[in-house]
């Protein structure tokens, strides 16, 4: 943040501006995509039903870890997903003393069916742009994903 009299730089202070102009606009689009979403789940609920479909099994532990969340959030978040029939707990492959969460069919089908109605609402968003904006967003999106995948 700029405080008056200091040594940052207008770079930092314009990298600074950029870069909570980009969050804010990511906020606000992945907003639109939840309120287009057919399927009621909790953000909380999506990121995790769309972690176990990537890493399934997948312990409750690294849900939290992963989504962020606290470990009581996954717990009841897994237990939820669970009650809906998304989910189901069953022993871990490596530790037959924990258990790990994997998609149920109907789990994997509302995975499938909320990627691509959140990709066709994307994808109407973007022809708004340019096709050489729309590249540039795209190739900035491969960027993000690897940032994301180290989280």
């Known amino acids: 943040m700029y405080v008056p009299g200091s040594s940052f730089s207008s770079e930092v202070i314009a990298l600074e501006q950029e870069t909570l102009q980009l969050l804010v606009s990511m906020h606000r689009i992945v907003r639109y995509l939840r309120r287009t979403r057919s399927a009621v789940l909790h953000p909380t609920q999506f990121l995790a039903l769309m972690l176990i479909a ?21 717990t009841t978040t897994v237990a939820a997903l669970e009650e809906a029939g998304l989910v189901r707990r069953e022993p871990d ?59």
Do not use: F, M, W
């Open 54 to 74: 990537d890493e399934q099994p997948i312990r409750i532990g690294e849900i939290a870890t992963r989504v962020p969340c606290s470990q009581p959030t996954a």
């Open 93 to 151: 492959p490596v530790d037959g003393r924990a258990t790990a969460v994997v998609l149920t069919e109907l789990g994997a089908t509302t995975v499938a069916e909320s990627g691509r109605q959140a990709a066709d609402e994307l994808t109407k968003l973007l022809h708004r742009l340019d096709p050489d904006e729309r590249a540039h967003v795209l190739q900035a999106g491969e960027l993000l994903n690897r940032i994301a995948r180290d989280l």
